[in-house]
């Protein structure tokens, strides 16, 4: 599968790609960003209380930083990159089995809480921060 990092997604300008790194950088200022993110995340549904029923949730943060990090700042060419090869195959039905329909909780749990955390979050900037990650969100449903 071949894919290409937001790269000619309509709507998703350099401009706006900043906008967003720096939204996501004024999140990352506040330590609780990423744990509030998966509390609220967990809340969603019992079954995504029951994926994380186990879950080294420190780890899982890191995790989270890493695949935002790749996801918002990584290389926009029109390679797909590796590493978001590996987290979907770890996250498709032969993985852990996060079905496609938990993708759309994890999204609007994430714009929640970039909300709550980001002083300069707006209409704009959530669409943005959605035009962002459209390509990565329907590149880990279609990985299933």
């Known amino acids: 599968m071949n894919v290409v990092m937001n790269a000619?997604?309509?709507g998703v300008s350099n401009e706006s790609a900043d906008r967003v790194w720096r939204s996501y950088q004024r999140c990352l200022e506040d330590y609780h960003f990423?744990?509030?993110f998966?509390?609220?995340f967990i809340e969603t549904s019992p079954e995504v209380a029951q994926k994380f029923a186990n879950t080294d949730m420190?780890?899982?943060?890191?995790?989270l930083r890493a695949s935002l990090?790749?996801?918002l700042g990584g290389d926009r060419s029109t390679s797909e990159p590796v590493a978001l090869r590996q987290?979907?195959?770890l996250h498709s039905r032969?993985?852990?089995d996060v079905p496609p329909r938990l993708y759309d909780c994890w999204l609007e749990s994430l714009l929640l809480t970039v909300a709550r955390f980001d002083p300069g979050f707006d209409d704009e900037l959530e669409q943005a921060w959605r035009a962002e990650l459209q390509k990565g969100v329907a590149y880990m449903k279609a990985a299933y």
């Open 8 to 10: 000619g997604v309509k």
């Open 34 to 36: 990423l744990q509030e």
């Open 38 to 40: 998966y509390l609220r």
């Open 58 to 63: 420190d780890h899982q943060v890191l995790m």
């Open 69 to 71: 990090d790749l996801m």
């Open 87 to 89: 987290v979907a195959k």
């Open 94 to 96: 032969h993985g852990v």
